[in-house]
């Protein structure tokens, strides 16, 4: 699902002493199929910007074109329906919009609002907490009775359930576990993977995610667009990310340390342990190996 926003800007209780210009200007372009991430310092304009792809709030200039969709200062709300049906968003602690009487009728809520029968609403409901992980086992059990984990699982189901095609994340794997971190983006890959059309747009602040799963990354800073390009591009530019609060991942940090201590060139764009390794047996094979650093 494509999406360009056009001198995008949002001000915050304008006319008020306690206006504040949060975004400023954008002007972005995502085609359709793409997993693009969005990284930047806390208030940099992230989710603010997120909250405008499906109409969550409106621009105070400019606009937002979403799929077939023009969002401006003055879309009404009744108008966005259907675009809420090709958007699904993820927030921070998804859990906490959990609400009814068991996991099955919280995930089949979505798909019977949007117009499916209670019949088809539970099948697609029951095929999307499967792929999350959540056996049938659990399906009468209120969805406050599970744990941490299978909460988020569920309150996920339920928003793929829709099918949308556009999925926005914003930080959707704060709060937990190194483990459940790892297989909460699996998850969101598996999803994006499984049809051509499908995207994602995700904010994170784990530079390991943006490097890894996306085809291009965003870097904003004061409500702007600082930067766009390949994982490869914007991870190599370690002095301007440092400038502006952000680091990069591990794998990057590994090997800029070997190719500044040891003064030899090397591929320092590499974003899995497999593909890290790979590089440092490289390094170890050229012509300099036995430099002392």
Do not use: C
């Not at 200062?73 to 809420?84: A, E, G, I, V």
């Not at 958007?87 to 919009?97: A, I, K, L, S, T």
């Not at 784990?206 to 914007?234: C, N, Y």
């Amino acid at each position: 699902m494509q999406l360009q926003t056009n001198n995008l800007s949002y001000t915050y209780m304008k006319d008020t002493p306690f206006e504040r210009q949060a975004l400023s200007g954008l002007n972005i372009k995502l085609d359709s199929g793409q997993f693009t991430s969005i990284i930047g310092h806390t208030g940099s304009g992230k989710s603010t910007f997120l909250q405008h792809i499906n109409g969550l709030i409106k621009p105070s200039k400019g606009e937002i074109k979403v799929g077939d969709w023009t969002i401006s200062s003055d879309t009404k709300q009744k108008q966005l329906f259907d675009l809420r049906r090709q958007v699904g968003m993820v927030f921070q602690f998804p859990e906490h919009q959990l609400f009814h009487e068991t996991v099955l009728q919280d995930v089949a809520y979505g798909p019977i609002n949007f117009g499916l029968s209670k019949v088809e609403a539970e099948r697609k409901a029951t095929e999307y907490l499967e792929l999350v992980g959540i056996g049938a086992d659990l399906f009468t059990r209120s969805p406050f009775e599970l744990s941490g984990g299978q909460m988020r699982r569920v309150a996920i189901a339920g928003v793929l359930a829709i099918e949308p095609l556009l999925l926005v994340l914003d930080e959707p794997t704060v709060g937990l576990d190194p483990q459940g971190q790892a297989a909460m983006m699996a998850l969101f890959s598996e999803w994006y993977k499984a049809k051509e059309k499908r995207s994602i747009v995700l904010v994170t602040h784990r530079m390991e995610d943006a490097a890894k799963f996306s085809d291009q990354v965003i870097v904003m800073s004061s409500g702007k667009v600082l930067e766009i390009g390949t994982p490869e591009k914007i991870f190599s530019q370690v002095e301007k990310l440092k400038e502006n609060g952000l680091s990069v991942p591990e794998s990057v940090k590994l090997l800029s340390a070997i190719q500044s201590k040891s003064g030899i060139e090397l591929e320092t764009g590499k974003f899995t342990k497999e593909a890290t390794v790979e590089s440092i047996l490289s390094f170890l094979n050229v012509k300099g190996r036995d430099h002392d650093f």
